[in-house]
């Protein structure tokens, strides 16, 4: 092999690997300061929905929201969840019986494979982990939210990581919202703390003070949900 072109190779790679690397500190720099120096038009919004509880706690949080400011809105709910776009629906027409006119196209209802179901053995989870994670690349380039919203369940991970990269290589800048749920009363969960730990989301809330003091980079300012 030509020495010439093995080193412009490796040149090629340092260089890339610096540009990403650069890219990732910016984006983590500037995730934690406001993007707008106005307020926006609507923002296209995605919601991540859970089973249990979680759907329960987003859909309060969404009904004290400003909803005319967070449009279109996607809502996203794991396959084998039957529950919580049915949840969606209701208060989607809800909202549109508070206007009293048609909203017909602010909001739509997708459903996402998960990387692992309760019971899954490891070894088969590695294959249904990455048909999840292309499931979600694919719904992010068709969606490409400005906002996406989440509390917890495990599908906002490879969705919230997804973005993050969207941010990095410059095709899409989603400001991620992270909600723990008011059950985390002294410590965040596996969703939350992974977000929190590789510094993914743009603003992660905590609903308890003590939580707060144990991970300072929270947000904490009452109950949310």
Known sequence: MDVGFLNAAILLIIGIST???????????RSSKPLYSRPPGPLSTLVVLGSGGHTAEMINLLDVMQMDRFKPRYYIAAATD???LQKARVLEDSLMDKARVELGGTSQFMQIYRSREVGQSYVTSVGTTLVALTHALWLMIKIRPQV?????????IPLCVIAFFFKVFGIRWSSIFYVESIARVRRLSLSGLLLYKLRMVDQLFVQWPQLKSKYPRANYVGRLM
């Open 19 to 29: 540009w990403i690397i650069a890219r990732i500190f910016y984006v983590i720099h």
């Open 148 to 156: 996406i919203l989440c509390n917890g369940p495990g599908t906002c």
């Open 82 to 84: 039957n529950m919580s």
